[in-house]
């Protein structure tokens, strides 16, 4: 009952930037965390960044001081601004978000992932 559609990935030279967007839609009655995670091929799914409604951050120790996350909560989207990066960043990136629906369950929901390639 819970969509989320992510945008933003692409092919990037080493020290470029990316911002990767990621809107929820459904019967949403709130959403309590959005977050970013990635997989490269062979490896597992990793957390990258998550966010609280109340705007609490936190992020994996490999981008802190260079990715951003933020939220729109009255947009239900959620945003990572990709600065500095690395081709060790290459993955492709999967949306999350954890809340509760208008009739009362609580849901988890996953994007379909977008690929972020950085490579010179």
Not at 60 to 69: E, H, M, N
């Amino acid at each position: 009952q819970v969509q989320l559609v992510e945008s933003g990935g692409g092919l990037v030279q080493p020290g470029g930037s990316l911002r990767l967007s990621c809107a929820a839609s459904g019967s949403i009655f709130s959403i309590y965390v959005m977050g970013w995670y990635r997989q490269a091929p062979g490896n597992q799914r990793e957390l990258v960044a998550t966010i609280t409604g109340g705007g609490s951050t936190n992020y994996a120790d490999s981008v802190k001081g260079r990715f951003t996350i933020s939220r729109d909560n009255v947009k239900n989207t959620v945003y990572l601004q990709m600065n500095s990066l690395k081709p060790e960043d290459t993955a492709v990136y999967y949306c999350n978000a954890r809340g509760r629906l208008r009739r009362g369950d609580d849901f988890v929901s996953w994007g379909q992932g977008t690929q972020v390639t950085v490579s010179s």
